[in-house]
């Protein structure tokens, strides 16, 4: 099944404990993205990746770091976690070429840090 | 900037009534636009696209959605709407050529009352 996988779904963390939030995804595409969910807010793009070892920022990215070293895996680096990146997380894929094609979004990540 | 404006943070239909939930949008060029519904607890997922082509695009579950370049808007419509069909829906759109890809409306809550 073509699919976008997170991990974990969950996750209850510490201010400052380094995290990584996994996305993989079995569709051979070439642009992956992380997106942050806040109410009131809609999705915002934290980084994105046009394929591998070539990623940007989006609109939200301090605090982030991404690494893009296979196609198919784009991991969400939480360096020193502080609470207002308490928030759902969501790693979307899609094809690079063509770009009326619609992204593949994973089943998000709810993350706490207190 | 590209932005995308969705204007009613909730929405209220009673089931078999007509359902319009509404996008405007701001890009350079040529838009391309989509809307994706989000039930609870899960990914976002596909409904419905515009790239080009016939101003009424039809999608999943009975949707449509309607592009209007003057007045700049893609909004979604069901003709009659099912109480199944309560979620959080987003429309989302870029410019075709914008690396920088989607961006994404704050997110329509539509309550279907039985």
């Known amino acids: 099944e073509a699919q976008v996988t997170q991990n974990p779904r969950y996750l209850i963390t510490v201010t400052g404990k380094k995290l990584t939030v996994t996305c993989s995804q079995n569709m051979n595409h070439e642009y992956m993205s992380w997106y942050r969910q806040d109410p009131g807010l809609g999705l915002r793009q934290i980084y994105y990746s046009m394929n591998v070892e070539v990623t940007d920022k989006g609109d939200v990215p301090e605090g982030y770091k991404v690494s893009r070293k296979e196609k198919r895996n784009f991991p969400l680096i939480l360096e020193s976690p502080s609470p207002n990146q308490t928030s759902l997380y969501f790693c979307?894929?899609?094809?690079?070429?063509?770009?009326?094609?619609?992204?593949?979004f994973g089943s998000g990540t709810r993350l706490t840090v207190v | 900037a590209q932005s995308v404006a969705q204007p009613e943070d909730q929405v209220n239909v009673a089931e078999g009534n007509p359902l319009t939930v509404k996008c405007t949008y701001s890009v350079s060029g040529n838009p391309y636009l989509f809307w994706y519904v989000q039930y609870p607890n899960r990914g976002l997922q596909f409904l419905l696209k515009y790239i080009t082509g016939d101003n009424l695009v039809k999608g999943s579950y009975g949707f449509e959605a309607e592009f209007n370049k003057s007045q700049t808007s893609f909004h979604l419509k069901k003709p009659s709407a099912l109480v199944s069909d309560s979620a959080l829906y987003f429309c989302a759109g870029g410019a075709s050529g914008s690396a920088r890809q989607l961006t994404f409306g704050s997110g329509t809550q539509l309550t279907v009352l039985p």
């Open positions: 979307a894929s899609r094809l690079q070429t063509g770009q009326g094609y619609g992204y593949t």
